[in-house]
């Protein structure tokens, strides 16, 4: 995968920060290495590398972290929330996260359109009817959403990851939005 891309990452216009410091340069080459692109919201930080440091940390601890729930399942709840709030970047950018990570494009596509056609277990419908009310109507939320939760199978620890992960995807889309951010050509053509 390479990055062609000739448009800008975003509507403002915001340069990275010269010099990039070396830990930025060393974490933008591991994310070519691994990944074949820098992602364009890290690109989109990069115009203030506390703020880009800020908010890697956050979703590295989130998506990538010690949880109950799998990577797929903290994807999936980023397609969804993302899928509310028309989120073209994260939409883009988590989707191939979803297909690569589940293997299956089809799937993929019904989280992203519907979550309620993907045929989902019992717990991973539970966790998304919380996303959803959380991410639609936060006031909502009451005990009796989060024992839901709990018998689903779903411990405190799990139930917070969940919020967590809700809620980080609903500041990015936001901040996404707000910038036109466009998401990087290749992740259209990942895991199909």
Excluded at 33 to 42: D, F, S
Excluded at 59 to 78: F, H, P, Q, T, V
Excluded at 144 to 162: C, E, H, M, V, W
């Amino acid at each position: 995968m390479t990055q062609q891309q000739d448009r800008p990452v975003t509507a403002l216009g915001l340069a990275m920060a010269e010099p990039l410091s070396e830990r930025t340069r060393a974490f933008f080459a591991k994310c070519q290495e691994k990944l074949g692109l820098v992602p364009n919201v890290l690109l989109a930080y990069a115009f203030d590398e506390r703020k880009l440091e800020a908010f890697s940390t956050f979703y590295n601890d989130l998506m990538l972290g010690e949880s109950e729930l799998s990577k797929l399942d903290r994807e999936i709840i980023a397609v969804v929330v993302s899928s509310i709030n028309h989120c073209h970047y994260c939409l883009t950018a988590h989707g191939a996260a979803v297909r690569q990570l589940s293997g299956d494009p089809g799937f993929g596509e019904a989280i992203a359109q519907n979550w309620r056609a993907a045929g989902l277990d019992d717990q991973r419908a539970a966790m998304l009817d919380f996303v959803v009310q959380l991410t639609e109507r936060p006031d909502t939320i009451v005990e009796t959403d989060r024992q839901a939760l709990r018998d689903a199978g779903y411990t405190n620890r799990g139930i917070f990851d969940i919020a967590a992960v809700a809620a980080f995807f609903a500041m990015s889309n936001r901040v996404a939005s707000a910038t036109d951010m466009r998401p990087n050509d290749d992740y259209h053509a990942m895991a199909r």
